[in-house]
């Protein structure tokens, strides 16, 4: 079974500018999720879509948003860029429809801003 | 909103030694803790969880307490292997719907041989 798959894995991009990051989750996951990972702050919950419907939403601000596909492959986008975005992004993926249960989590897209 | 606590930020223990790691949660609506590791350049893993009706959970070498009432909850390893040296991450949830994580900031484990 293939695993969560994130595109690109590393990209370069400067102030201003916008990136749309994808990831294909697990097969019969229906809920994926995004994470921003930086050295200082962890692993800080961006959003999470179910269905279609963004089920959760973290503290970031609006320049940050997704969306979820009908085949359950989900698009993060950031807008405007800041060097405070620089990070790796994970995605992940779980089979729990209702509950809470194992994060599948893909190996990120590496994001540098200049 | 949630706010989940971790210590120590870095730990080193020789080989064969027990390791401690705890974290403490702020939202007693919180419902289930898991643990993550992340080893260098790879993905975070699931090791161990605890729902919040248990007081304890053990899986060879690693186990996971709870205590509600402190609201705070440990990863134990014992005879700890190179293999063990990693970045561990806790996390608490208070939904019941969602997937909707609070991790600790991390602790970096290193085994030392």
């Known amino acids: 079974k293939a695993g969560v798959t994130q595109t690109p894995r590393y990209l370069i991009k400067t102030r201003g500018q916008q990136v749309t990051l994808s990831c294909s989750p697990i097969?019969?996951?229906?809920?994926v999720s995004w994470y921003q990972q930086t050295p200082g702050q962890g692993l800080q919950f961006l959003f999470e879509y179910f269905s279609e419907t963004q089920r959760n939403k973290g503290n970031f601000p609006g320049r940050f948003s997704g969306r979820q596909f009908s085949n359950s492959r989900s698009e993060m986008n950031v807008s405007t860029l800041e060097l405070g975005d620089s990070a790796l992004y994970l995605c992940a993926s779980t089979t729990a429809g209702g509950n809470t249960g194992e994060l599948f989590f893909g190996e990120g897209s590496r994001l540098t801003v200049l | 909103g949630e706010n989940v606590e971790q210590h120590p930020s870095t730990l080193s223990v020789q080989e064969g030694d027990s390791a401690v790691i705890k974290c403490t949660y702020s939202?007693?609506?919180?419902?289930?803790f898991p643990w993550y590791k992340q080893e260098l350049g790879k993905r975070p893993q699931l090791i161990i969880d605890i729902r919040s009706n248990v007081g304890e959970k053990k899986d060879q070498r690693i186990a996971v307490t709870l205590n509600k009432t402190a609201k705070h909850f440990s990863l134990h390893i014992t005879e700890t292997q190179p293999e063990d040296s990693a970045v561990y991450f806790c996390a608490a949830t208070t939904d019941n719907y969602g997937q909707n994580f609070v991790f600790g900031p991390g602790t970096r484990l290193s085994v030392l041989p």
């Open positions: 097969s019969g996951h229906r809920s």
């Open positions: 939202d007693s609506a919180s419902n289930y």
